[in-house]
């Protein structure tokens, strides 16, 4: 017999019994789906086998958010930093003693009362290779590939491996291109990159160290970081230089 093949992400038996945890949370009625970077690290891995780093799991509420977070807090879940009026961010440990990042499942939630994931997912994806969901439910199945939801041009642009801006509600977005770029995705257009420029401009200072300090720890170092600056046009030290002032 053919062995299941689950989504990468619920390959580690620890986050496969808290996925099913939170399927189980899900009130009649709601309709929960896991988006953007875990679908994508998901489906990348389906075509190439290929890890991508999973640091959380962007995810959508869609119905009775207040039962569902209730249901999880039941089942060991507890809020991390952010809490919002349309957000909130829970986590539970994989196991005792649960220290690093790397220990626990975060669910970065948002939450609406109705939606047309489409639509949703071109709103707010911020490049076309993000634009995959799946209702959490639907995880399980054995031909969980077929039921995954896919913003125009995602497959595509996912095998090319391109990056093509597709919104910018993020105005780090420049950083989290360069990031992908390490991974082996081909640089931006040139109209991208400049949007992309003009964004990060418009960025927090604290948010920009945040985000700088996160770029170095994901390509291996500022040396790495400059490089693929440097790659895609763009002086980095320049660039940081200016928006420090």
Do not use: C
């Not at 634009?131 to 969980?144: H, K, P, Q, Y």
């Amino acid at each position: 017999m053919k062995k299941l093949q689950l989504p990468i992400f619920l390959q580690e038996p620890e986050t496969l019994a808290i996925f099913k945890d939170i399927a189980a949370a899900v009130p009649k009625g709601t309709k929960f789906y896991i988006v953007g970077g875990a679908m994508r690290n998901a489906m990348f891995y389906y075509y190439f086998k290929k890890k991508l780093p999973q640091r959380d799991y962007d995810s959508l509420i869609v119905g009775d958010h207040k039962k569902f977070i209730t249901n999880l807090r039941k089942r060991g879940f507890v809020y991390g930093k952010i809490r919002r009026k349309t957000q909130a961010v829970l986590k539970k440990a994989k196991f005792k003693n649960a220290k690093t990042l790397n220990d626990f499942v975060f669910l970065d939630m948002h939450w609406v009362k109705k939606v047309d994931i489409v639509q949703n997912m071109k709103d707010h994806a911020s490049f076309t290779i993000n634009g995959f969901a799946i209702e959490v439910r639907d995880l399980f199945s054995s031909n969980w590939r077929k039921k995954v939801v896919e913003m125009p041009n995602a497959i595509r642009d996912l095998r090319r491996k391109q990056l093509v801006v597709n919104a910018v509600d993020n105005k780090h977005n420049l950083f989290a291109a360069m990031r992908f770029m390490s991974v082996g995705f081909k640089q931006p257009g040139k109209s991208d990159v400049d949007w992309l420029v003009r964004e990060f401009a418009k960025s927090h200072k604290k948010r920009r160290k945040r985000n700088l300090e996160k770029l170095y720890n994901y390509v291996g170092g500022k040396k790495k970081a400059e490089k693929l600056a440097k790659k895609i046009g763009i002086d980095l030290k320049k660039l940081i230089a200016l928006n420090a002032s």
